[in-house]
T-cell receptor, first 112, second 114 residues
Framework: SQTIHQWPATLVQPVGSPLSLECTVEGTSNPNLYWYRQAAGRGLQLLFYSVGIGQISSEVPQNLSASRPQDRQFILSSKKLLLSDSGFYLC???????????FGDGTRLSIL | AQSVTQLGSHVSVSEGALVLLRCNYS??????LFWYVQYPNQGLQLLLKYTTGATLVKGINGFEAEFKKSETSFHLTKPSAHMSDAAEYFCAVSDRGAGNMLTFGGGTRLMVKP
């Protein structure tokens, strides 16, 4: 069966520091991969998605970037964090159209 | 472009009462529809999905939803609420395009009173 792993579960970072969040999927090949952010008390905002290795689409201009160095690995990065980057970050995967997206357990990011 | 509207950002019911969470969508193509549940500090968990076929869809934890094309709705129901149902619920529609993107509603927080 397929599983998705996200780490770390929580992270506290100072303003201006770099960021790297990692997501890996097991048990499937060539998944679509997604990064979402949830600000406190708000809905889901799609940040990036990827349909294959090295293929990244950005949905919202921001201080973040994403990379997909391997088929089942998706990384969210920032060179310098802003206070507004605080939130709950979720990674997800899916296969073909019509199939649901499956979510990881999320990373709670707090910026001080 | 798709859109999803969830009426009521907060819904409160008594334990044992009917749960009804409303979802209306707009889509230029026949929709694929999903309901997810999110417990505090966790990811989203799929409750149920509609793609084709029977319009009444049964999911996990006793939830079900009915696709009504004429009303562009996909409301989520459960006959009897449990305390453990207290969570955030999200309705989503697929754009059927490459990448299998989902458009999510704003979410409804369900509170269950003892």
């Amino acid at each position: 069966s397929q599983t998705i792993h996200q780490w770390p579960a929580t992270l506290v970072q100072p303003v201006g520091s770099p960021l790297s969040l990692e997501c890996t999927v097991e048990g499937t090949s060539n998944p679509n991969l997604y990064w979402y952010r949830q600000a406190a008390g708000r809905g889901l905002q799609l940040l990036f998605y990827s349909v294959g290795i090295g293929q990244i689409s950005s949905e919202v201009p921001q201080n973040l970037s994403a990379s997909r160095p391997q088929d089942r690995q998706f990384i969210l990065s920032s060179k310098k964090l802003l206070l507004s980057d605080s939130g709950f970050y979720l990674c997800a995967w899916s296969l073909e159209v019509g199939q649901p997206q499956h979510f990881g357990d999320g990373t709670r990011l707090s910026i001080l | 472009a798709q859109s999803v509207t969830q009426l009521g950002s907060h819904v409160s019911v008594s334990e044992g009462a009917l749960v009804l969470l409303r979802c209306n969508y707009s889509s230029s193509v026949p929709p694929y529809l999903f309901w997810y549940v999110q417990y505090p500090n966790q990811g989203l968990q799929l409750l149920l999905k509609y793609t084709t076929g029977a319009t009444l869809v049964k999911g996990i934890n006793g939830f079900e939803a009915e696709f009504k094309k004429s009303e562009t709705s996909f409301h989520l129901t459960k006959p009897s609420a449990h305390m453990s149902d207290a969570a955030e619920y999200f309705c989503a529609v697929s754009d059927r395009g490459a990448g299998n993107m989902l458009t999510f509603g704003g979410g409804t927080r369900l509170m269950v009173k003892p």
